[in-house]
């Protein structure tokens, strides 16, 4: 029963990443094929060609997402992308969504941001408990005026996914940064430490250890 349960472990090891991969990458082609809904019914592909094209809608969004950020890198585009926001502004519930929308897009993929660049280890949920987090900001707030503390604000994720967590507020000096990328750390989280990251060459830590007698 042995070799059995070897054999066994080692199909699941094959087909277990293949099959979630294919999944994902299924479940994002489909999302991005849902933008040729925005084309007129009778020049859809399927009445175009007689038949449905996997995965051309990929190719469209991407297109859309060009086209878009040409125009609002002119200074006309930008006036219109002005005028659209005020719009947006001046109704209630919509105002506080796209605001709110609109600065976390811009934290996360302005190229100066520190927003989802680094992992940490903080003690959470109480004192002794070590968990992986990443760090989502530092600007001094409200937050860091009331408490009096240098407070960086962390994401928290569950496992194993990571798309769910929790919002906290570390004092810096509780805070320790770790050198693996935020590609290792989401694979730790997802493997539910399964599969834990080698030191780096580079780490202080590994300097400091081979400098000991």
Do not use: C
């Amino acid at each position: 029963m042995s070799f059995l349960r070897r054999y066994l472990v080692a199909g699941l090891l094959v087909w277990v990443p293949l099959v979630i991969t294919v999944l994902v990458v299924q479940l994002l082609i489909q999302w991005a094929d849902s933008s040729l809904l925005l084309l007129p019914k009778a020049y859809r592909p399927e009445n175009l060609l007689g038949f449905s094209v996997p995965g051309l809608g990929v190719a469209l969004t991407v297109v859309i997402l060009l086209l878009t950020g040409a125009v609002v890198a002119n200074f006309f585009g930008r006036r219109l992308i002005a005028l659209w926001e005020r719009i947006l502004d001046s109704i209630p519930l919509v105002r506080s969504v796209y605001s709110a929308a609109k600065q976390l897009a811009e934290t996360m993929f302005a190229a100066d941001s520190n927003s989802f660049r680094k992992v940490l280890l903080v003690e959470f949920p109480r004192r002794g408990l070590w968990t992986l987090a990443f760090q989502t900001g530092t600007d001094i707030g409200e937050a860091q005026e009331k408490t009096g503390r240098d407070v960086v604000n962390v994401y928290v994720p569950t496992t194993p996914n990571p798309t769910g967590g929790y919002f906290v507020m570390v004092p810096r000096e509780d805070v320790r940064e770790l050198d693996m990328s935020v590609d290792e750390g989401l694979r730790m989280l997802i493997s539910m430490g399964a599969v834990v990251p080698g030191i780096h060459k580079d780490a202080p830590e590994l300097a400091h250890a081979k400098a000991k007698p």
